[in-house]
């Protein structure tokens, strides 16, 4: 079961989970997360196939937390939901991907509750179809963050899915590590994103009220394809062992055994209602809502803005997510000299500071 939930869950029906006040506290955002924006930014999910119940479902969860609703009207964030080239949503309907739209959307609405959210839904779960719907997102004026909670093997192909579908300058491109322990995925490897790693976040008699080691299903891991990134290779220790992209950069709780509320109606083997969640497809959408609250994107060079900015993150020093005979790349607090560690990267947010 979830650690327990200091903001005291209540909605009827519900197993737990943290909810958007456990989030905002967790990562020192909740001034910033309920501030309003003179223009509201815009935050685009991608995913594949149609979630028919996705406007009703984020409603549901907005208004159990007494988040604004998506009403685009008096001031409020809208909602919108286009297929993969701004046309007509997919026809298909999916469960399982519906289950992963819900979790998206609310996890930008507990984060950003005054963000716009764009959803964009490709016609199917091919790396084309999903690269095509975040071409399309990075289109959309007012977009400032898109978050992708797909992954795919580590390929020679990546270097085209870079330049087609993922180098979008002045918008922060988030990915999911991957929740199958150590090794890398893709597009959490392509240099032009920020990679997502996971956490096991619980409640703490500290400082801070909480605390973080490694989720051990986190992917992480040296890429066997995508170039070093100058900003990477400047960790001490980091570039003697791996001379490519590693994977990740940054971190948010993912454990499923710390779990987030929410909100999904349309039934997927046998489960619907009020669920929990884990896998860094929590994490993704995260740290996308938490750049689109730092209103700094238009200044960001891809993943890059963190490594010069590591004190405004909570450091993870504990855990690790498979065998790499103890080094960094799946066990932190190990070789690097800095606070990194490739299943939680340089860390979790502490504010929106390193973003």
């Given amino acids: 079961m979830p650690q327990a939930d200091p903001c005291g869950f209540t909605a009827t029906g519900s197993p737990g989970g943290y909810e958007p006040c456990d989030l905002q506290s967790a990562y020192g955002l909740v001034g910033a997360s309920s501030s309003g924006f003179n223009v509201a930014p815009t935050v685009a999910i991608v995913d594949a196939y149609n979630d028919p119940s996705a406007a009703a479902d984020v409603g549901v969860y907005r208004s159990e937390f007494g988040l604004p609703p998506l009403s685009c009207s008096a001031g409020n964030p809208c909602f919108t939901k286009v297929g993969q080239s701004g046309g007509a949503p997919p026809t298909t309907n999916n469960g399982g991907w519906a289950q992963e739209i819900s979790l998206d959307v609310d ?134 062992s791996c001379s490519t992209r590693v994977v990740a950069d940054v971190s948010a709780d993912a454990d499923p055994n710390t779990g987030v509320a929410v909100y999904d109606s349309y039934a997927y083997q046998g489960y619907s209602g009020w669920l929990i969640f884990g896998g860094t497809s ?74």
Avoid: K
């Avoid at 010069?308 to 504990?318: E, F, Y």
């Fill in 107 to 240: 996890m930008v609405s507990a984060i950003c509750p005054h963000c716009n959210i764009l959803l964009v839904e490709a016609s199917s779960a091919s790396f084309t179809n999903l690269g095509t719907a975040v071409n399309y997102a990075a289109s959309v004026p007012g977009v400032v963050a898109i978050s992708n909670s797909y992954g795919g093997s580590d390929s020679s192909s990546d270097s085209s899915y870079d330049s087609h579908y993922y180098d979008h300058p002045g918008i922060a491109v988030t990915a999911s590590s991957g929740d199958g322990g150590y090794g890398v995925e893709y597009p959490a490897s392509s240099q032009y994103v920020t990679a997502v790693g996971g956490t096991s976040l619980s409640p703490a008699a500290n400082g801070r009220g909480w605390t973080e080691a490694v989720w051990n299903g986190a992917g992480s891991g040296c890429s066997a394809n995508e170039p070093g990134l100058s900003w990477q290779q400047a960790l001490s220790g980091l570039s003697a």
């Fill in 282 to 355: 929590v994490a993704s959408p995260i740290i996308a809502s938490v750049y689109a609250l730092a209103a700094n994107t238009a200044t960001i060079a891809n993943g890059s803005y963190p490594y010069a900015h590591d004190g405004s993150l909570n450091p993870v020093t504990a855990g690790a997510n498979g065998s790499c005979a103890g080094s960094y790349l799946c066990t932190a607090g190990t070789t690097t000299g800095d606070q990194y560690s490739g299943p939680a990267g340089l860390g979790s947010p502490n504010g929106t500071g390193a973003f």
